[in-house]
Every structure is written in C-alpha cells, then in structure tokens.
C-alpha cells in the first residue's frame, strides 16, 4: 500500500479543522432558515435556498477555501480517534435532523404551497437527509452499541435502513470488482448506474441478513432481522407523519427519502468509477489498496461531508473515524469536490469528457487495468489505449 503524506511529527498535534466539523452538525437547519426567508418575502423561490446553498455557494466557495493535503501524526491517531467531541459532534445532528423532517411535513401541510414550493421543501428536507445517510454512514461502521442504534435511526428516516448491511458486508469486501454494485464502470452514466446499484443494495442486504440468521438456524423472516426491524421503523414513521398533517405529506417524505438516495447513489457512482482489483493467480481478488477509490481534498466539502472524499483510507481502515483519514499521494484525485462533482455526474457526457481522461492518466493509460463497461470498451482503447507511449503517466501501483 502507498504511504500517506505526513506533515508533522508533533506527538501534541491539534486538528486545526476540530471545530470546524461542527458545521456538519447544524446544517440540517438550512431549510428552516429556507422557511423563514419565504415567510419574509412571500415568494417560493426563497425556498430553493437549501438546494443553492450545497449546489451553486458551495462548488464556487471550494476555490476559496483550497485544498488540504495534511495527515495526522501517526504517534496522534490514537488520541484524535478516542477525542469524544468528533463523535458527539454527529450524534447531536440526529435530534436536528428528525425536528426539520417533521417541520417540514408540518410546512407542507399547513401552508397553502404551489407545486414548486412543495418541491422545494422536499428537495431541501431530503438534502438534510442525505447528510443523515452519511452520518448513518460514519456511525454504523463503529461498533459499540450507542453508535449502532444511532446508524440505525439517521438511516431509517430515509428508508435506508439495510445499508449498514449492505456497506459493510457487501460493498467493503467486494468493492472494486465485477461483484459489487456499488463501483460504476467506465462508460456507465449515473442514471445506469442508480438504476441498478439501488435495488442492488436491498437484494444484497437481504442475503447477507438471511445467510446470517440461517446459520443460526432462523428464518429471514424473522424479528431479530435488522432489516424488518428497520423497514418497520420506517413505515412507523411514514405513517406519523401522515397521521400528525395528513395524506398531502405522503409525497414529502417518499420524495425526501428518494432524493437522499439519489445523493447517496452520487457519492457511491464517483467514488470507484472505473476502477478494479486485480485477480491474483488463485482466483481472488487482491486487497483493497489507496488507488481503487477516489478522492478529492477540497476543505469545505470534506469539512461537510465528514472527510468522505479521503475514501481510500476509508477502505483501507473502515473502522477509522472521519477526524483519523488521511490523504495518499497516490490515490487517484477528483478535480472537485463531491457537490461540484455530482452536477457533473448528472450530466453524463460532461462527465466523460472530464473523469474518462483522469482514470486514463491514472491507470497510465493501460486500458486493460480499467473497469469498463461492454458496449464502451471499444470507445475507450481507441481513445485512451496506449499504455507504451505514455511513459511519464504514473501508474496506480
């Protein structure tokens, strides 16, 4: 595996972004802040201000704030990791994001809404869910029981809940093969890609929950199934909702829940498009190394996404927490970072014409080393396939 940069040898090292992480905490907020503006101006369009907040100040903010290449001291992972304030700094969003789903079926319901403020409601309450996705991300590869049950309810709300599941179990271990339906290939646009990694994931969920609770001699159908109990707690809430501020909430919380999916779905397509393990000579996979994800060292974003983008330490070490991962030279790198990103990802032929070159270079252009879909294989060796005339494009070893 490739060495991580280091840029202090300080035993005392202090996390000169520790306070900053407290921005992810308060950010489910936004649309209450959206909500506000409306009741001022009387205008819905004011309600769309979640969604530029992430995807128009964000991306144009990113220059401002640069890139951090930076890794904690070694001899300092111990104590960053054991520092309660990273792990409290997301449990405290969970009451947050629960008060602004609610808020907001409770908007919906009691404001005499045209359609476009509705969709902007549900838009921006399902951005503060996609966070929930990430923070039910981070917790649920903890182990101790506090920060299970908390995966459980950031990841419900959306009804997501077999993710921790399916994450751990199926993506972590078969990530960057033909098995996973969590890498994109190259040549696979994001709509392909939802399309299949979304239903993929419950499939694969499902298996993994009823091999399990076979072996213990039970059936799937069982309430000691996480995903039921899961599910359950989902449809529990669902009905709530609809019970507390009627029928007319039911498209809020289906559609919140969706668009949290489509983002999670962005971040899974970006983070391993194209790459793949190579087979050793007993028929296995080789171990997962930095240049199988990529990464991007944009500050806000990593600030907001609780360092997602440095994804190859992630994978490296899935019991690492966020404040711990750290940036490898080698690993290939995103030109954005991920908001800026996913726009380009929802535009399937601006996202070939800026990533397509970018795995190329970083495979040293030796096609046979890419994760690439049938029907564009032969697109991709025209343009990028020469591997001995491109000697100065380092490879991903």
């Known amino acids: 595996m490739s060495t991580a940069s280091t840029t202090t040898k300080d035993p005392e090292y202090k996390d000169p972004k520790k306070y900053y992480w407290a921005a992810a905490t308060v950010l489910p907020l936004t649309p209450i802040l959206s909500v506000w503006l409306f009741w001022q101006s009387g205008n819905e369009w004011v309600l769309w201000s979640t969604f530029a907040l992430f995807y128009i100040l964000v991306p144009l903010a990113e220059g401002l704030f640069g890139t951090d290449k930076s890794n904690p001291p070694r001899e300092a992972i111990g104590a960053l990791r054991d520092d309660q304030f990273y792990r409290w700094a997301i449990f405290a969003a969970m009451p947050l994001i629960y008060i602004v789903w609610a808020f907001g079926g409770w908007f919906v319901s009691t404001e005499n809404l045209g359609l476009n403020g509705y969709i902007a409601t549900t838009i921006g309450t399902g951005m503060v869910l996609g966070g929930a996705l990430n923070a039910g991300h981070e917790t649920g590869h903890r182990r101790d029981k506090t920060a299970q049950i908390f995966a459980r309810l950031f990841l419900s709300i959306s009804f997501m809940g077999h993710f921790r599941i399916e994450h751990n179990l199926g993506h972590h271990v078969k990530v960057a093969t033909k098995e996973d339906s969590a890498t994109a290939m190259m040549g696979q646009n994001y709509y392909q890609f939802t399309w299949k990694e979304l239903p993929g994931g419950y499939v694969r969920a499902w298996g993994i929950e009823r091999d399990r609770l076979n072996r213990m001699g039970k059936s799937a159908f069982n309430f000691r199934n996480e995903l039921i109990q899961n599910w359950l707690l989902t449809f529990a809430l669902y009905t709530a909702m609809v019970v507390a501020f009627g029928w007319i909430t039911l498209p809020y919380v289906l559609g919140a829940g969706l668009f949290a999916n489509l983002m999670l779905s962005s971040a899974n397509y970006i983070e391993h498009y194209g790459l793949i393990r190579a087979k050793r000579d007993d028929g296995k996979y080789e171990r997962v190394q930095p240049h199988h994800s990529w990464n991007a060292n944009h500050i806000l974003s990593n600030v907001l996404l609780l360092h997602l983008q440095r994804h190859s330490d992630h994978h490296a070490h899935a019991e690492r927490p966020y404040q711990c991962l750290r940036h490898f030279d080698k690993s290939p790198q995103l030109p954005y970072g991920y908001f800026t990103m996913y726009l380009i990802a929802w535009t399937p032929s601006l996202w070939f ?32 396939h020469r591997p001995d005339g491109d000697a100065g494009v380092a490879a991903a070893e």
């Open 353 to 384: 014409r800026i990533v397509d070159p970018l795995l190329a270079r970083q495979l040293g252009h030796d096609m046979d080393k890419a994760y690439i879909k049938d029907s564009y294989r032969e697109k991709a060796y025209a343009r990028y």
